[in-house]
């Protein structure tokens, strides 16, 4: 493996009492996109901030393209880009000239027209910053964090608070970055969000980081079980649905039963026998692998939901 | 350099959209020179051009008012946040507010001299080097002291509040609303130790004698002084984000930015030469502001 080219380690920052951040680490190699997965409050934010340069760790070590970020100055801003949380632009700054102020204060920059048509932004190009809808917002945010080129990109919950359109439209410019071997470390509050857009994950839960892997590799460690969510006619006991063959769990949930099963297929034929049996009737019957939520839920016990 | 400059044209543009800025620095100004002219002037020649000194200390005194209030706003949205993030430092930012603030602030006092003689009549302006410096150092001073008022304020409530408070003081007690040696003894003892007191006197000495460069040193030097210390000082205290509160050590340090005006005050306390300019001055107008009186 190549060197690192962001490299975090054993990093804390409290505020006042509150431990936000609690010996965080974790690696970015070049080229991929890593996310921060966790529930508001988790720590992710404080972590990112830290390491645009923007807040000093408590203690810890942080290494970004070979700098550190609060001591380099000026010099590791060149190198980075950055969409951050609650920002804005000034109201009645036009599309075009943000985007030529902005590359007006890097060495290395791009060409504004190539980003507004990248970016979609070309008929807005003479628009107020105040006059934008928020997707459009947000595009000019990633226009003017690609704007010098940036080594490595900071995506600071990138979609949040954007509706479901929009986020899927944000979703195909990430992936579209990611094509193109860009850096990034974006942070997420929503499970769909990392398991499309990032190579590897670190589940991220009151300022420690509980896991780490691919995506693929955190849902393995959900030991294979298979999740069968499903609806009955008439409600039956957790506990004999509990005992029905392969299950090692069973749940109520949102009037349904949520089944962990080792071996679907035994299960569903048991399943079957059982409500026959039971002169009950099955309503609805869904057969899910684990997701990233599941392996969230297995570590805290909690959902993660904002 | 290069950014500083950039940033400079980037907030006039911004500046010059803005209605509340064209509001406080063109219409207002303005305002200020036809009552003064008119009303309190009486469209005298003479005694406008008496007035026009106040008139444009008031023009430059404004300074400090839009330029806090517009940098607290930028720190509230989070607009100073993501300059941060880009390779902007704090005094690349703050340059560029007293830079913009400036080249908008000269146009209006160049107007206002130019109504005075169209429409007043003024004779002269006297020593017209001296009084592009004085306006010049008057209007970074201000700025900078605008400066300091959003580094130790979290809210544009708070900002508002001492800017009012500071501006009260400015407008009664310098000799811009009411002549300095008609004011009762103890307010021009406070008067001396204002900056806004220097920039009027200083002005006046200029625009009526046509005092030196030289004559007005004591008034430019604190002045200068002021923007300086100012300046550095409100670099030190910058805050990017509206979280980071401001420290009683931070206040204390803004508390230093007086120093000059502290000094000059206690040697004007000694000395006397600003309220015997002032008076000089006042008692010249008023002899020759009275038409039938032979004696001019």
């Known amino acids: 493996m190549g060197a690192s080219i962001i490299a975090v380690e054993n990093l804390t920052k409290s505020y006042g009492t509150v431990q936000a951040v609690r010996g965080v680490s974790f690696d970015v190699q070049e080229g991929e996109v890593f996310g921060l997965l966790g529930p508001n409050g988790a720590g992710k934010t404080s972590t990112v901030e830290i390491l645009e340069g923007l807040r000093t760790p408590d203690s810890g070590r942080v290494q970004v393209c070979g700098l550190d970020p609060q001591k380099s100055g000026d010099r590791y801003k060149q190198e980075i880009g950055a969409v951050l949380q609650s920002t804005a632009l000034p109201e009645k700054l036009r599309v075009i000239e943000a985007l030529n102020l902005f590359a007006s204060f890097y060495t290395r920059r791009r060409d504004s027209a190539d980003l507004l048509k990248r970016f979609g932004l070309e008929e807005k190009r003479a628009t107020f910053y105040m006059h934008l809808s928020g997707g459009q917002k947000q595009r000019l945010a990633l226009a003017l964090a690609l704007v010098n080129e940036p080594r490595v990109l900071f995506l600071d919950e990138p979609t949040a608070g954007l509706d479901p359109q929009v986020r899927r439209e944000m979703y195909d410019i990430i992936e579209e970055l990611k094509s193109e071997k860009k850096t990034i470390l974006l942070t997420t509050h929503y499970i769909e969000e990392a398991e499309k857009l990032c190579d590897r994950v670190a589940i991220i839960d009151h300022g420690r980081v509980i896991a780490e892997g691919t995506p693929a590799e955190l849902k393995k460690r959900s030991q294979g079980m298979t999740r069968i969510e499903v609806r009955l006619a008439r409600p039956e006991s957790d506990v004999a649905l509990g005992g029905l063959e392969a299950v090692t769990e069973c749940r109520s949930e949102d009037g349904g039963y949520l089944l962990h099963s080792k071996r679907a297929t035994q299960t569903i034929v048991a399943l079957v026998k059982f409500l026959e049996a039971q002169a009950n009737e099955l309503v609805s019957l869904e057969i899910r692998t684990p997701s990233l939520e599941d392996v969230f839920i297995e570590l805290t016990g909690r959902r993660l939901r904002d | ?296």
């Open chain 2, 1 to 296: 350099m290069r950014t500083t400059w950039t940033l400079t044209k980037n907030r006039m543009l911004l500046a010059m959209r803005n209605r509340a800025f064209i509001f406080f620095s063109l219409v207002m100004p303005l305002a200020f020179l036809f009552l003064y002219a008119s009303v309190f002037g009486k469209g005298d020649p003479r005694l406008v051009g008496y007035m026009m000194a106040a008139v444009l200390s008031l023009t430059v005194m404004g300074s400090f008012w839009g330029l806090s209030i517009q940098l607290v706003m930028f720190r509230e949205q989070g607009i100073l946040r993501r300059f941060r993030v880009a390779p902007v430092g704090p005094g690349a930012m703050l340059a560029s507010s007293l830079l913009s603030n400036y080249f908008l602030t000269i146009p209006t006092v160049v107007l206002e001299l130019a109504l005075a003689k169209w429409i007043y009549h003024v004779p002269s302006f006297g020593n017209l080097w001296g009084v592009w410096l004085l306006v010049s150092l008057g209007t970074l001073a201000f700025a900078a002291l605008g400066l300091i008022v959003a580094s130790v304020t979290n809210t544009m409530q708070e900002t508002q509040v001492i800017n009012n408070a500071i501006w009260f003081v400015f407008l009664f007690l310098s000799g811009a609303t009411i002549p300095l040696p008609i004011l009762p003894k103890w307010v021009q003892g406070v008067a001396v130790f204002l900056p806004a007191t220097y920039l009027v006197t200083g002005l006046q000495e200029v625009m009526l004698r046509a005092a030196s460069l030289w004559e007005v040193g004591a008034e430019a030097l604190a002045l200068a002084g002021g923007t300086v210390f100012a300046f550095f000082i409100s670099k030190n205290l910058f805050r990017w984000e509206p979280e980071e509160k401001v420290t009683r050590r931070a206040k204390a340090w803004a508390v230093a930015t007086v120093i000059p005006f502290l000094l000059l005050g206690v040697w004007e306390s000694a000395n006397g030469k600003l309220r015997k300019d002032a008076r000089f001055n006042l008692d010249s107008v008023q002899r020759s502001a009275q038409p039938p009186n032979p004696t001019r």
